[in-house]
């Protein structure tokens, strides 16, 4: 499946920003679907995740509520709606898929086959 990011921007702390991530090439229902970011001189990290099976999601603890990922199988698109954000939010936010994920790894970026071309998210205080 091929992915497409979008949505990011300069936002200030407090703010909100929704990121999306547009899908093709695959049946979107029977992908887990994830967003990861990478900030300046640090690994990749997990934020958020949705499972295939009866979309359960999941979120990293920093999200602390602030985050909500959705996603829309009638328009192939998953979503990362941002609240609260704070300026260590600042980051390369990237979309994920996989059709073979086992929810075990759901957290983890090296079960994820598919990855879109990641949008910048900056928050500034």
């Known amino acids: 499946v091929q992915l497409q990011a979008s949505g990011g921007g300069l936002a200030q702390a407090g703010g909100s920003l929704r990121l999306s991530c547009a899908a093709c090439?695959?049946?979107?229902?029977?992908?887990?679907m994830g967003w990861f970011r990478q900030a300046p001189g640090k690994e990749r990290e997990f934020v958020a995740a949705s499972w295939r099976g009866g979309g359960h999601t999941y979120y990293a603890d920093f999200v602390e509520g602030r985050f909500t990922i959705s996603k829309d199988n009638a328009k192939n698109t998953v979503y990362l709606q941002m609240s609260s954000l704070k300026p260590e939010d600042t980051a390369v936010y990237y979309c994920?898929?996989?059709?073979?994920?086992?929810?075990?790894?759901?957290?983890?970026?090296?079960?994820?086959?598919?990855w879109g071309q990641g949008t910048q998210v900056t928050v500034s205080s």
């Open positions: 994920a898929g996989s059709s073979s994920l086992i929810l075990s790894m759901i957290r983890d970026s090296r079960a994820y086959r598919s």
């Open positions: 090439g695959a049946t979107f229902r029977q992908y887990s």
